[in-house]
């Protein structure tokens, strides 16, 4: 604890709260910053709109960078724009990128995800105003999606995907 002039006292960060980061850590403690900035100019020079990027939970330097979304055939294009863009500044830093969505075992993974929404004018088929998990068509997108994963996917990194590993289950 640090004592401050007014009798108050404020806790100091963990060595491991440093390591992970934390969400939204400023310089000096996040080392990614220019890094994730070179990678939001690329993806704006290829045309895509970033909403935000920062430092994600995890250690290993691991990043999330948002862009806005769009309809499925673009959607495809922007993903390909996307991973190729992030791989390449990545290279050209010095570093390498990966999409895995645990890499590291045992620590908290940010991972490649992507966010899903199908609407038919103003109807949204996955959920309504007051649902806090996916209903109705949703509730079976989602676990057709789960299932496809679990019987499809060659990367062990998806065993590590359980609730309490903050990886979004």
Known sequence: ????????S?????IQDAAQGGYFPVSPNDHFCDLRDAMSVRLADVGLEVERAHHEVGT????????????LLAAADDLMKFKY??????????????????????????GM???????KTEFRFFADERATEPVGYGALV???????RARSSPHESFDQLFPQARSGL
Request: hydrophobic share 25%.
């Open 85 to 110: 863009v992030i791989k390449n500044t990545a290279f050209e830093h010095g570093k390498s990128a990966t999409f895995m969505p645990k890499p590291l075992f045992g620590d908290n993974g940010s």
């Open 113 to 119: 995800h992507c966010h899903q929404s199908l609407w």
């Open 60 to 71: 290993g330097g691991q990043q999330e960078i948002n862009y806005t979304f769009s309809t």
């Open 1 to 8: 604890m640090v004592e401050h002039r007014q009798g108050r």
């Open 10 to 14: 404020r806790r100091q960060p963990r």
């Open 142 to 148: 989602h676990r057709g999606l789960l299932e496809h």
